[in-house]
Structure formats: C-alpha cells, structure tokens
C-alpha cells in the first residue's frame, strides 16, 4: 500500500529556531513535494523535487529551503521560523511521467501542524 | 499557467440530501483534473480524476465529477451525502503535458447536518 509519513503530527517551535520537518516515502516515487495548507488559500506549492539532489522553487519559497540526499526523504527547513509561518505543511509525492501513464496523481502524508510562538 | 477557482467555501446540507461542489479552472493548454478530500486531521485522498476519454468520472465513495471543456468546469456530486462525507473537498488541475505539478483551488469545507 501506498505510504507517505512524515515525522510530527504537531510541533510547536519558538521565533527564530531552525525547525526541520521531514517526509519519507516508501513508493520509490522520483518527484516528492512541499505544500502549506492555510485556511480559505487551499495548498500552495513550497518546493518540489524530480530527484535526489534536485530541487525547484514553487509558488512561495521565501523563508524555507529543501533537502533531499536520499530518493526516499525530502525535507523542509525552516533556517527562522516566524510566526507567519505557523500553518499545516503536507508533503507528497509521485512518479516520474515514464512510470505511470502521465497521471501526476499525488499521495499525501498525514501532515504537519507547525506552531511558532 | 493553471488556476482554479472553488465557487464555494462551505456548503453546508442535510443526511441523505444531494450535493454539487462547484469547480471552475483557468489553463491554455489541455489538463489533468482531480479532486481531492480530507477529513478531520489527515492528509489529502484521491476522490477521482479526468485524464482523457468519458466527461463523467466515478469516484470512490459514490462521489462521481463531469468535465465541461467549453465551461472549463470539473464540479463533483453526489446523489445522497451521510455524515461520514463531512470533510473538506479540494479541486486540482495539472498540465496533461511537462510539468508535473498540481495547482490546487482554495478548498470546500462540506458540513451534513442531521
């Protein structure tokens, strides 16, 4: 089955910390993917990446950066968290187009609700 | 570029009455259309998709969509809604071609009153 975890179901960080959150897929999935997930503004796309080593900027990127050494994990960091950044951060993931029929269907983690004080 | 724009942000109805959640989008190429659900404090499931073929997609849980290519709509029904449907319903289109990202709408929060 498929399966998308990420680390924390809840976190709560203070001002200015460095906060990693983290995403494990276990689908051998090429693209992974970094969304936040704020009320009446639906998911917005963080950062995404078609390989390891490799990373794109998506639609707000500003304040957050990515890793991903590993074909399995995609992390998300926050080099200082502020409190605008308090919100639900989902990741998800996908194969490449050759894998599956051109389907760009995404599986989702649980998510993360972040809290900076 | 793709948008998408959910005409209603909460729909409240009644157990066993009908729904219609509106989807309309905005893209100049062709597009992958899905729509997406989430329940109470979990991540996003896959309700269906419209690739190619028939306008009328089948879902799961007895939800099905149309695709309207003239109206650029993709809104998703169900004849007969239980209260388990209470969830938030999230539209999504994606390039049929290139990239392969999902741009999402602003997201429908569905309430079923007893």
């Known amino acids: 089955d498929v399966k998308v975890t990420q680390s924390s179901r809840y976190l709560v960080k203070r001002t200015g910390e460095k906060v990693f959150l983290e995403c494990v897929q276990d689908?051998?999935?090429?693209?992974m993917f970094w969304y936040r997930q704020d009320p009446g503004l639906g998911l917005r796309l963080i950062y995404f990446?078609?390989?390891?080593?490799?990373?794109e900027k998506g639609d707000i990127p500003e304040g957050y950066s990515v890793s991903r050494e590993k074909k399995e994990r995609f992390s998300l960091i926050l080099e200082s968290a502020s409190t605008n950044q308090t919100s639900m951060y989902l990741c998800?993931?996908?194969?490449?187009?050759?894998?599956?029929?051109?389907?760009?269907?995404?599986?989702f983690g649980p998510g993360t609700r972040l809290t900076v004080l | 570029a793709q948008s998408v724009t959910q005409l209603d942000s909460q729909v409240p109805v009644f157990e066993e009455a009908p729904v219609e959640l509106r989807c309309n989008y905005s893209?100049?190429?062709?597009?992958?259309l899905f729509w997406y659900v989430q329940y109470p404090n979990q991540g996003l499931q896959l309700l269906l998709k419209?690739?190619?073929?028939?306008?009328l997609v089948k879902g799961i849980n007895g939800f099905e969509a149309e695709f309207n290519k003239s109206q650029t709509s993709f809104h998703l029904r169900k004849p007969s809604v239980h209260i388990s449907d209470t969830a938030e319903y999230f539209c999504?289109?994606?390039?049929?071609?290139?990239?392969?990202?999902?741009?999402f709408g602003q997201g429908t929060r569905l309430t079923i009153n007893p």
């Open positions: 999504a289109v994606s390039p049929s071609q290139g990239a392969q990202k999902l741009v």
């Open positions: 990446s078609y390989d390891v080593k490799m990373k």
């Open positions: 419209y690739l190619s073929g028939s306008t």
């Open positions: 998800a993931s996908s194969p490449t187009h050759y894998r599956l029929a051109l389907n760009n269907e995404q599986f």
């Open positions: 893209s100049s190429v062709s597009v992958y």
């Open positions: 689908m051998d999935h090429e693209n």
